[in-house]
């Protein structure tokens, strides 16, 4: 009998571009995506959906047993990071901002967490990317701490 690691632990991950600036015009979002994706296959992490918005993007994955929260969101973030570059997606050098946030999705919740994915154009009519995530945190019962006050505790 051969033993194996079975999971099943979906995320909801999301992260923003350096001081949140809408970096990626909607051509060069729609190429990160479909970057994504790819990347996600090759590191053997099941995506199920992506958005990438001009200042922030989305994910929702099936977290594999053999990664960590924190550097499967290195990978991501770092790899994309260095393909926008290198592929010349915007002028100048792009960066995604530090931090990220991850919130655990119930498997009963994967089709309502990638239809809200799914619809990021419409959410952002209504709400900026910092708005969103501080309602995502307090939603999952964390305590919002935005940079300012980020900046007062660590001084």
Known sequence: MS??????VWLHITWGTLERR?????PAAAKVSNYLYDYAEEKRVYMKINFVNPDHAHVLVDLPT????????????GSSS???????????????????????VSHSGVEQVARYIARQEEHHRKRTFSEELELLVKKHGLVWRDEETV????N
């Open 151 to 154: 900046e007062t505790v660590q």
């Open 3 to 8: 033993l194996h690691a079975y999971s099943r």
């Open 66 to 77: 053999s990664l960590p929260i924190d550097e499967l969101v290195k990978l991501l973030k």
């Open 22 to 26: 809408p970096l990626l015009p909607k």
């Open 82 to 104: 260095h393909w926008i570059d290198q592929n010349r997606l915007i002028p100048g050098k792009f960066s995604w901002a530090r931090g990220y946030g991850a919130f655990s």
